[in-house]
């Protein structure tokens, strides 16, 4: 037996748990450094004078059960610890990032988180008017002009290299499918950016690392990591684009399948039930089976990044005037991404299968193992 840990919120303790629990790890705290823009006197609850944050989602909202609401958990923890008000602007369309994020400003706003690299633009132009304020960004560096840096030196990304928990997953994946006898798993992404397809690299390589360790021949639909061409949605919303993208792979005869990207895995939970075949679906960001019990009957693991710990975290430090710009990003070494407890399916893994995850994670945690992924943020 072995032990990882997971945070399911940034509210519990890491906690031991065993190899029937299922693959489980968290993520460690941001590094820091004083920043003159938000030095002051401290107010109670140790925030200083006059520090006010805030959050603005994209247009999958707070109830998405996946990044949004994860980052919502993080702002919404920080200020209860620091007693003070956060204001929160949920966008509803594309157009609304522009103006939420004028508004955060306008509404005197010290430190503001962005939710998505869809808001990488309204992020920037405010940073760049606003140089005296501090600002963050989920799953972006905030890099408009392509120059591979950060557009303004007060913006912070929060980025993960999502790749190296995927490929744990992929081999999961292959596992399950293998023993079920079909050798074939799927995945399909919302729209084909660098986040979303880090995870179908990863995904990719265990998939095929497993092939290689079982002498299996478990194949893969929906996505090709060396054409970097696959099944995608365009968007992140779960409509029928999203339900008809899901049942192409399905259609594949594929008995597990990972939706990258937000609420699309409502789509194909639902191309699942119409189905009637017993398919699994794999989750992401975060730990799906408790985010939305309504789906914990056919998610076999998910693929985590501890967003809200990384929003906590960065809100703290800003709050404390120590805010500092130095991207974060999220791995298996630092505990920033990870895979979820198998839940209840733990009990019906193939014999062995945990002990190989962990084995496989210490490696990548090593370096033994290296996960490449031209998706991947810069750093990893």
Partial sequence: ??????????????????????????????????????????AAGGAVDGFKPCLVSDAGGWNDKSFNESAKIGMDKA???LGVKALEFESKTDTDYAPNMQQSIAEGC?????????LAAATVEAAKANPNLSFAIIDD????????????????????????????GGYAAAAWSAQAGVNKVGTFGGMQIPSVAVFMDGYEQGVKKYNQDKSANVQLFGWDSASQKGSFTGGFDANDTAKQTAQGV????????????????????????????NTMMIGVDSDLAVADPSVAGVTLVSIMKAIDVAVYDSTMSAAKGTFDATPYVGTLKNEGVKLSSFHDFASKLPAGLTDELKKLQDEIVAGTITVESKNSPAGS
């Fill in 1 to 42: 037996m072995w032990r990882l840990a997971l945070t399911i919120s940034i509210t519990k303790k890491l906690v031991g748990i065993s190899a029937a629990a299922g693959l489980i790890v968290a993520l460690a705290g941001c590094g820091s450094a004083p920043d003159s823009s938000t030095s002051g006197s401290a």
């Fill in 79 to 81: 200020v209860a610890e």
């Fill in 141 to 168: 560096i905030a890099d408009t002009d392509r120059d591979g840096k950060t557009d303004a030196p007060n913006i912070k990304p929060l980025v993960f290299n999502t790749a190296e928990a995927a490929y744990l």
């Fill in 250 to 277: 399905l259609d594949q005869g594929v008995d597990v399948i990972l939706p990258v990207g937000g609420p699309i895995y409502q789509s194909a939970a639902a191309a699942i039930a119409d189905s009637g075949k």
């Fill in 110 to 118: 010290t430190f503001v988180v962005a939710v998505g690299f869809k």
